[in-house]
């Protein structure tokens, strides 16, 4: 199945492969997505997506670095500044079996597909982190509306 | 080890500055006083006669920098050892007196000769010093019961997200992380007996109510609120260990010895904005290595080689970092600068001259111009000026070499070099403001320098300092014109508002780790493009939000940040690295203000290096708040700290919710 997808079925696609929901893994590993932009470096992307509201095809996007890990607590943690979001202002999608292949109006080329390796590990401490935070800064994150 | 001649040149004693006071044209210090004491042999500090107005100071150099402000206050120092010639000094509060630490970017060509005052040593010895610690109890992490919590509470929030777990549908592998979390308490119940100390009690109480919270959520399909770690605190004996010389007094270098990377960790108060730091507190584990290095007297440096930390695997923005760290007390500003002299590097403040060609560097990079005939020659020039000169030195000053070891050797060969620096240097000037002028349409140097927009004096703007384009200051009312009916734009969380306006600015990863706000910086090369860039903070140009848009930062009036020389835009997220055979209209980056002007993508972005004072010329136009309770609160913080006004404009007129 490789196939051209409208922005609606882009948005749509997007979320499973950021929420894992239709990923099956046999190990313990919460699923998610990964992100390739122009061939490059790949990187985790945080659980969350969300459709700029006054230019459909804008896609709000979390890339994630490396975690510290807090010398007191012993437990992984993120800089929100570091891990801000990110704009894809898609120009054309297309479909690929599990691939999101995305043509931003920059002239760069986005590639969103399941996570895995050093991506896959870079997620679960971002969940660690997500359930260590306080509701309120979790839920400005996932609202992904701040700079 | 002093970085200049000692014969040429008379000592210059360092002008404390002023109390800090709205932000503006940072002012030359008084003329330079020929001190009464001798100067120490060692690192002394001087500039050349300062009968010339170009060789008078730049920056002051503040005896104590403002005790616990986070962003230190910037200085500028001599010669291009360096980077921007910059350098920020923060007095970190403390129990035992004010810290001060120099902070400053190295240049990269300046690190061999760094390294040359470094004896790297094997040698050392410990110091014991008493502190206090956070941190989990040893029940907790035998038995890892936050974490098996965690995962629980990950598992929950995870499958409720995917679909897969609903009232009375719990999945499989959800019901293995509570049954392990529950085991796991059991266990460390067990371990700690039938009469627990208070500590591990409370331990397993917080544990026992945080899982009694997972299994709740599961059982309800709802989301698990957050899950936070045991902390006990108590006080400990660390060993700290300093590296030291054996025994060979005769070596003029210091003791260096190599080791894992650290960051400095001060601690923020999130309400009054102090930072605080003891003096050994140090992020670990991060990707590097640096040099601990011993410059005597309870002074210490730090610094991370580029030759030893890979771009690629190491974090890219700490190499180069150096801190000069002084012992706890008052008065240590001019001493941090002065010890830059032990590790070879220049430790004078900038001259007026060095500055202008600072500022038409600045210039020529803003304006887009280093491509341009006229200011490749000039540049090209200036630099077989300086050589000559250079030469000249070295042969009047020939006869001084003989006999010289080579530690003395290396002194000479510095010493010749940063005076013929210091003497070609208004020569270098002008060539290159007649370069520039030419360029730039205007007759001659001079009459480029008389227009109203030519101003080189840095702005201070929070702990770092800046260069206006004189394009931009020549231009305004256009540059007005076409920002018409549009804002720069920073949208932030409430909790970030508070905290940056607590801090008084906006400020860029690097800077905020300098502050203790930030943990650390964390990234190699690419990630640091992908994320946006450590060192820079980012507004968006967008169409005038409403009021009760909040919470946000808003400039009304754009062209007040745009005189500043070190921003460049992009009317897209460019990751930082943009494919140049695709790059259309929106993906190119740009330094031109007209261009950013004319930015239509929600998307678009527009970066400052190190960040933007928030409370001083450059505040913004309005600040939105998240509530009218919010407002109050912000108004409230604001009057205790005696701000009434904001870039001149009342804060009634500033805070809006």
Redesign the interface.
């Known amino acids: 199945m490789n196939r051209e997808i409208d922005l609606d079925e882009a948005e749509r696609v997007l979320e499973d492969l950021v929420t894992g929901r239709t990923q099956k893994r046999a190990d313990d590993l919460l699923p998610g997505a990964e992100l390739v932009i122009d061939g490059g470096q790949r990187v985790a992307l945080a659980r969350h997506v969300r459709r700029d509201t006054d230019e459909p095809g804008l896609f709000w996007i979390r890339p994630l670095s490396a975690a510290f890990q807090d010398p007191e607590t012993r437990l992984p943690v993120f800089d929100p500044t570091i891990i801000r979001r990110r704009a894809l202002h898609v120009a054309a999608a297309r479909r690929d079996g599990p691939r999101l292949h995305l043509e931003l109006v920059s002239g760069s080329t986005v590639t969103v597909l399941p996570a895995r390796s050093s991506r896959l590990m870079a997620l679960q401490e971002f969940d660690t982190w997500m359930t260590t935070i306080s509701d309120g800064e979790r839920e400005g994150l996932e609202a992904l509306d701040h700079d | 080890m002093g970085t200049n001649s000692k014969t040429a040149h008379a000592s210059y004693s360092i002008t404390p500055s002023a109390p800090a006071a709205e932000p503006g044209p940072v002012e030359a210090a008084p003329p330079a006083e020929v001190s009464a004491t001798p100067p120490d042999d060692e690192i002394a500090v001087e500039v050349d006669s300062p009968k010339e107005p170009g060789a008078q100071p730049l920056t002051p150099i503040p005896d104590t920098p403002d005790v616990g402000k986070p962003f230190g206050e910037p200085i500028l120092v001599g010669g291009a050892d360096l980077h921007a010639s910059s350098a920020t000094l923060v007095s970190y509060a403390g129990a035992e007196g004010p810290r001060t630490v120099l902070h400053a970017l190295v240049s990269e060509q300046a690190e061999d000769k760094l390294l040359d005052a470094i004896h790297v040593t094997k040698e050392t010895a410990p110091v014991q010093v008493e502190q206090t610690?956070?941190?989990?109890l040893p029940v907790d992490?035998q038995h890892e019961l936050?974490?098996k919590i965690?995962?629980a509470?990950?598992?929950v929030?995870?499958h409720i997200?995917?679909?897969d777990l609903s009232v009375g549908n719990l999945p499989s592998?959800t019901e293995q992380k509570i049954n392990d979390a529950k085991t796991a308490i059991s266990a460390a119940t067990d371990d700690v007996g039938d009469s627990p100390g208070p500590a591990d009690s409370a331990m397993l109480a917080h544990y026992a109510a945080k899982l009694a919270d997972v299994e709740a959520a599961a059982a309800a399909a709802k989301n698990?609120?957050?899950?936070?770690?045991y902390?006990h605190e108590g006080v400990a004996i660390v060993t700290v260990t300093m590296p030291v010389l054996a025994s060979d007094a005769g070596d003029q270098r210091v003791a260096g010895l190599l080791r894992d990377a650290t960051r400095i960790k001060p601690t923020l108060d999130s309400e009054t904005g102090q930072a605080s730091w003891n003096g050994m507190a140090r992020?670990?584990?991060v990707a590097g290595k640096e040099y601990a290095i011993n410059l005597g007297d309870g002074f210490q440096a730090v610094y991370r080689p580029y030759s030893v930390n890979s771009p690629k695997t190491t974090e890219f923005s700490l190499r180069g970092r150096l801190e000069i760290i002084a012992p706890a007390g008052e008065g240590h500003g001019p001493d941090v600068v002065k010890r830059l002299g032990q590790l070879n590097l220049a430790n004078r403040p900038m001259t007026r001259a060095e500055g202008e060609y600072g500022y038409l560097a600045a210039n020529v990079k803003a304006q887009n111009l280093a491509g341009k005939t006229e200011v490749q020659a000039a540049i090209a020039t200036g630099d077989q000026l300086e050589e000559m000169t250079r030469q000249e030195l070295f042969h009047e000053r020939a006869h001084l070499a003989v006999g010289l070891d080579d530690a003395q050797l290396a002194r000479f060969a510095k010493d010749i070099q940063l005076d013929a620096h210091t003497q070609a240097l208004p020569t270098k000037v002008k060539v290159l403001r007649e370069a520039v002028a030419k360029v730039t349409g205007h007759q001659t140097g001079d009459a480029l320098a008389a227009t109203a927009g030519y101003d080189p004096a840095p702005r201070r703007s929070g702990g770092w300092l800046t260069w206006n384009r004189f394009d931009v200051g020549n231009s305004m009312t256009k540059l007005t014109a076409a920002f018409k009916g549009k804002a720069l734009v920073?949208?932030?969380?409430?909790?970030?508002l508070k905290a940056m306006l607590a801090n008084g600015v906006l400020a860029s990863?690097e800077r905020?780790t300098l502050m203790g706000v930030?943990?650390?910086?964390?990234?190699s090369e690419?990630?640091d493009k992908?994320?946006?860039g450590?060192s820079s903070v980012?507004l968006?140009v967008l169409g005038k939000p409403a009021s009760h848009d909040g919470?946000k930062l808003v400039w009304d009036q754009p062209e007040r940040l745009m005189h500043r020389a070190d921003y460049y835009g992009?009317n897209?997220?460019?990751?930082g690295?943009?494919?140049p055979s695709?790059?259309?209209k929106?993906?190119s980056s740009t330094r031109d203000p007209f261009k950013i002007a004319h930015f239509t993508?929600?998307?678009n972005e527009v970066m400052f290096g190190d960040g933007i004072d928030l409370l001083g010329a450059e505040g913004p136009s309005r600040i939105l708040c998240d509530s009218k309770t919010q407002r109050d609160e912000i108004h409230a913080m604001f009057t205790a700290k005696g701000i009434t006004h904001i870039a001149g404009k009342p804060i009634d007129d500033v805070l809006k919710a």
Do not use: C
Request: no cysteine; hydrophobic share 30%.
């Open positions: 610690v956070h941190g989990r992490e936050a974490d965690i995962a509470a990950k598992s929030n995870h997200k995917a679909g592998t698990v609120g957050h899950v936070n770690p902390l992020w670990e584990k920073h949208a932030t969380s409430a909790t970030g990863t905020r930030s943990r650390g910086v964390g990234m690419d990630q992908l994320t946006g450590a980012f968006r919470p992009a897209a997220d460019t990751y690295a943009v494919n695709k790059t259309g929106y993906g993508s929600p998307a």
